[in-house]
Structure formats: structure tokens, C-alpha cells
């Protein structure tokens, strides 16, 4: 056994996996619900059929804690993802404990992040909404920034522990977007995590090209979204 474990997870076919790169002291473990789905230097974990696979790969790769225990550090990496470089590089030279994940690139605010799920039909509407409406009602001041969540580096501080637990817990009830979930949990528990420029992410990560599985949320509505983020706003 390696000191750390690098993680993914694919469940209902959702990504092709590449075979892994092995770097020295690292182990890799492969989550999904397909006892079939084998790839090379990956170590197959094989989790139960879901109603839900949306969100149960989405508290797979929260809950750290939990799924890879006997491991002091995680490094979690998205399904369509490839590590190209020696990931102790990226632990000696930006890890600190806790959290590490990348700067949102494009976006900065949980209602930008709302918008732009709608758009791209990646949730519905009324998850987004409920979302928002949860994150204004609790305080939710929309200055913690945005995050990346396709590559993430953890520890097992109580911080993290901590974190996750709400972040699991707000996405059961919630949107299953747990980029738009983060920063409202990072807000309830007063946890402050790390992060890098994308540009950094990917000088060790690269993506492979889409997913076998195309998924669109249709809006239940038209034309009321907008309005809606205007008002939490105010």
C-alpha cells in the first residue's frame, strides 16, 4: 500500500477512463457500478446500481473521507481526466493540508455559476432555484469565489472531515452541481480551502474528449430564471 491514493469515479457509463500512468507512491482506485469496468493500473472498487448515479458519483468523490480511508491524502480526478505529470510535484509545491482545488476560470459568483447551469442544461431549473434560495436564506454573501472541482487534493484534518459532511449533505437535498454546492458550504461551516490557477491544474492533468453519455436537464419553465436571480440578488 502507497501512502496516497489518486480516485475516480464512473458510474452509470458515464466516462471512458484512460489507463492510469503510474507514478511511484501513489495507488489508484477506480469507483463504479459496473463490476465489468476494468482498466489498466487502476484498482476496481465496485459500488452498488443507484436510482441516483448523478449524485451518488457526486458523494463518491466528496466524501473522502469516508471512501478512502487508510490513506492520509487523496487526490481525486473526473472520469474524463489524465494525469500527464509526477503528482508529487503538485503536493510538494502547492499542497499545505486540507483542501486544494482549482480557481473557476471563467466565473466567480454562485449566481453566475446558477446562470450558466441552467444554460447548459446540466441541472433543472428548479434545483438551481432551490439552491440559490437555500444560499440567500442562510446568509450567503456570494464573495468566497468559485471553484473547479475536477481535481482535488485532501488530507484528513477535521476541516475537511467537516466540509465534506455538509457539502454531502447540502447536495442530497440540493443541486446535484456540487461546484454550485461548495462555496454554501464552505459559507455554513467556516471552513477556507486552497486553490490554484487552472493553469496549474493543467500542467499536470490533461482532459480526454467527452463522455459516452450526454446529459441534458430540461428547464420545466421559460423565461423566469433570470428574474429569479435578480431578486436574490437584492
Not at 468523490?61 to 492520509?72: A, E, F, P, Q, R
Request: glycine residues 6%; positive net charge; proline residues 5%.
Amino acid at each position: 500500500m502507497n501512502p496516497i491514493l489518486i480516485y475516480t469515479i464512473v458510474t452509470n457509463n458515464y466516462d471512458k477512463v484512460r489507463p492510469a500512468r503510474i507514478f511511484p507512491g501513489f495507488d489508484y482506485w477506480l469507483f463504479t457500478d459496473d463490476p465489468h469496468f476494468k482498466v489498466d493500473g487502476w484498482e476496481t472498487k465496485v459500488v452498488p446500481k443507484s436510482p441516483n448515479p448523478i449524485k451518488q458519483q457526486r458523494q463518491i468523490k466528496i466524501n473522502s473521507c469516508v471512501y478512502t480511508k487508510g490513506y492520509d491524502i487523496s487526490i481525486y480526478i473526473d472520469g474524463n481526466m489524465e494525469i500527464i505529470r509526477d503528482p508529487a510535484d503538485l503536493l510538494k509545491n502547492h499542497f499545505h493540508g486540507g483542501l486544494l482545488t482549482t480557481v473557476h476560470p471563467k466565473r466567480a459568483t454562485l449566481w453566475a455559476e446558477g446562470m450558466e447551469v441552467i444554460r447548459k442544461k446540466k441541472d433543472l431549473e428548479e434545483n438551481v432555484n432551490s439552491t440559490l434560495e437555500f444560499a440567500k436564506l442562510n446568509g450567503f454573501k456570494d464573495d468566497l469565489g468559485l471553484f473547479e472541482t475536477g481535481v482535488m487534493v485532501r488530507d484528513k484534518s477535521k476541516d475537511v472531515e467537516k466540509l465534506e459532511q455538509k457539502w454531502s449533505e447540502l447536495l442530497k437535498d440540493y443541486s446535484h452541481r456540487d461546484q454550485l454546492i461548495l462555496p454554501i458550504a464552505l459559507h455554513l461551516t467556516g471552513v477556507s480551502i486552497h486553490s490554484i490557477p487552472r493553469k496549474i491544474t493543467f500542467s499536470y492533468v490533461k482532459f480526454n474528449r467527452g463522455h459516452r453519455v450526454s446529459l441534458k436537464f430540461r428547464k420545466s419553465g421559460q423565461g423566469w430564471f433570470s428574474s429569479l436571480i435578480s431578486r436574490l440578488k437584492r
